[in-house]
């Protein structure tokens, strides 16, 4: 793996773009201050992608019972059964 390129402040600044195109494709960049490391600027996790109703249909399995209440439970919580 290579090394993550680093800059100094004022060099940071000058070229915030640049840094930013490097970051998005899956680069690394260090930031320092007086030649010691200070910050380190990565690519952020992947999108959730969101889809629309139904989309984990078949990945999850909802059990037969799941609408039944457990026994004493509505007259624990006065629920009509």
Same mark, same amino acid.
């Not at 060099?11 to 640049?18: D, H, I, L, M, R």
């Not at 195109?21 to 010691?36: C, F, L």
């Not at 690519?43 to 039944?68: E, S």
């Given at each position: 793996?290579?090394?993550?390129?680093?800059?100094?402040?004022?060099?940071?600044?000058?070229?915030? =773009? &640049?840094?930013? +195109?490097? $970051? *998005?494709?899956?680069?690394?960049?260090?930031? =320092? &201050?007086?030649? +010691?490391? $200070? *910050?380190?600027?990565?690519?952020?996790?992947?999108?959730?992608?969101?889809?629309?109703?139904?989309?984990?249909?078949?990945?999850?399995?909802?059990?037969?019972?799941?609408?039944?209440?457990?026994?004493?439970?509505?007259?624990?919580?006065?629920?009509?059964?």
């Amino acid at each position: 793996m290579e090394a993550a390129r680093q800059y100094n402040v004022h060099e940071a600044k000058t070229n915030f =773009s &640049k840094i930013l +195109e490097a $970051v *998005a494709t899956g680069e690394e960049v260090i930031i =320092s &201050k007086a030649g +010691e490391p $200070v *910050a380190k600027v990565i690519p952020l996790a992947g999108k959730v992608r969101r889809t629309d109703y139904g989309a984990l249909a078949g990945r999850i399995k909802i059990a037969d019972d799941f609408d039944d209440l457990p026994d004493g439970f509505a007259e624990a919580f006065e629920v009509d059964a």
